[in-house]
């Protein structure tokens, strides 16, 4: 097994608050701000957000940690960084490769679609797009999603093109700033919102108590199950894990970052927009279309939340066009880091300069998307998955990377860290800058015994097992 450090890389961030800046960017994006809010809505709310938070600290923190040492310790990304743990362990990166390429392709399908709805409201076609079909009609166009599509991943590419510093810090330090200050007003203004019709009257704190507040009332223990196993997943979305992301920009971070306060800010940054993206969504969405309106699931952001602007009257508008603002602003930082992983793998195989790298895979993940972008349209048909979906062939691209490939790989960088080089590998790297590494016991139990047995029961729900089962007991 090798251990030696690897040389220094040829950029890195210029100290702790990049790091955790731009870290905290690639976990903040969609998954926070798209899929926690209806997952949320979808679980219970206070239930669902009770069980995420003790995942967060638990399951979270363990990930997070193995993956951002295997970067830092290593100093190289997904590929190079597990052929130096061990060379039998290379495929890992390969896999850590393959999936951000896969989630790429439609996370930038899925930012266009952002930045269309953003334009809309600014030239006040809000009530267009509170239409029932507006979203359908656009996505199932062959054209107009390809072109605000190729729109989103040129500022994607010209943010990775321009490197570590002043690209994804400089970038960072921007977007995120602005993200924090747009979902705190928004999330404050959904809270004093009110419906009633005479007969019915709803307000925001009502809503805002339905998330916050666990109800047991009605839960089964595959019920219970299929919320964890929703949280679990979602963190997958939230921390960026599983991804190469973290180790990428592990691989940035220099020694003297103290690893024990970044990542605990990571942790709390990321959870905090998570939180307030649903004290945002849920209100404004239980507010004016009831308990109803919470069972939209990943239709909530693109069909239900323009409803909720036109309801809200003239100041609709100006709040979709914060929001959309905002949610742009977290995709793009999420795209930005998914983008700098797979150019920082390429770079490290092939040995090819950044700019050359950075505009061939653009050019390569733009030629897909539009294959993706097509399925809704000519190349469209429906699929059973496993799980008991069924989905085109964006939906397929995010089973096989989501359902599959990642909970594989936390499973298999578990067992790595765990059994073959031994977690006090990880531990020797934290307190290399002379602090003492918390969480150390439990660290090493997270580690060995719990985090792979709930990776083995996510991925087991993945196949479609615990839908059998269900079957099978009704």
Not at 187 to 198: I, R, T
Not at 211 to 232: D, H, N, R
Not at 361 to 368: E, N, T, Y
Request: proline share 4%; aromatic share 14%.
């Amino acid at each position: 097994m090798e251990t030696t450090l690897a040389k220094k890389r040829t950029g890195s961030f210029t100290g702790s608050l990049g790091f955790v800046l731009a870290t905290a960017g690639a976990s903040i994006g969609l998954g926070n701000i798209w899929r926690f809010p209806y997952l949320a809505a979808k679980g219970g709310g206070g239930l669902f957000l009770f069980v995420y938070l003790i995942l967060v600290v638990t399951f979270g923190f363990t990930l997070l940690l193995t993956e951002t040492v295997i970067g830092r310790k290593t100093g190289k990304s997904p590929i190079e960084a597990f052929t130096q743990i061990g060379r039998k362990w290379r495929f890992l990166g390969y896999i850590a490769y393959i999936v951000p390429s896969l989630i790429l392709t439609y996370y930038v399908l899925i930012g266009g679609w952002i930045l269309k709805y953003l334009v809309d409201f600014i030239f006040l076609r809000g009530p267009l797009a509170a239409e029932d079909s507006y979203f359908t009609s656009f996505i199932t166009s062959p054209i107009a999603p390809i072109v605000y599509m190729g729109i989103f991943l040129l500022v994607t590419e010209v943010i990775v093109f321009m490197g570590v510093e002043k690209g994804i810090e400089r970038t960072s330090k921007i977007l995120m700033p602005g993200l924090f200050v747009m979902i705190i007003f928004i999330s404050v203004f959904s809270l004093f919102l009110k419906y009633d019709d005479g007969t019915v009257v709803r307000t925001g704190l009502q809503g805002f108590r339905h998330y916050v507040v666990p109800s047991f009332e009605g839960v089964t223990f595959l019920g219970f199950l299929e919320i964890l196993l929703s949280a679990m997943g979602q963190l997958f979305f939230s921390l960026s894990i599983a991804m190469g992301i973290v180790i990428t920009y592990g691989s940035y971070a220099k020694k003297d970052v103290n690893l024990n306060k970044s990542l605990a800010q990571i942790e709390f940054f990321d959870t905090l927009v998570a939180f307030l993206a649903g004290m945002m969504i849920i209100p404004s969405i239980y507010v004016f279309s009831g308990l109803d309106g919470m069972n939209q699931g990943p239709s909530l952001l693109f069909v239900s939340l323009p409803k909720v602007f036109q309801a809200m009257g003239k100041i609709g508008n100006f709040v979709g066009i914060v929001f959309f603002i905002m949610v742009l602003f977290a995709a793009l930082t999420s795209s930005v880091a998914i983008l700098e992983t797979i150019v920082a793998n390429t770079m490290e195989v092939t040995h090819k300069p950044r700019k050359k790298v950075s505009v061939v895979i653009s050019l390569i993940i733009f030629a897909v998307s539009v294959l993706i972008s097509l399925g809704y349209s000519v190349f469209y048909f429906e699929l059973p998955l496993p799980n008991g979906s069924v989905g085109q062939l964006l939906d397929v691209f995010d089973y096989i990377s989501n359902s599959i490939l990642m909970p594989f790989l936390a499973l298999m960088t578990c067992y790595v860290i765990g059994w073959v080089t031994k977690p006090q590998w990880v531990i020797d790297e934290v307190e290399i800058s002379g602090v003492k590494m918390s969480r150390k016991r439990f660290y090493i139990v997270m580690v060995k015994y719990v985090a792979p047995i709930l990776l083995c029961i996510l991925f087991l729900q993945s196949t479609g097992i615990f839908n059998l089962i269900g079957r099978l007991v009704k």
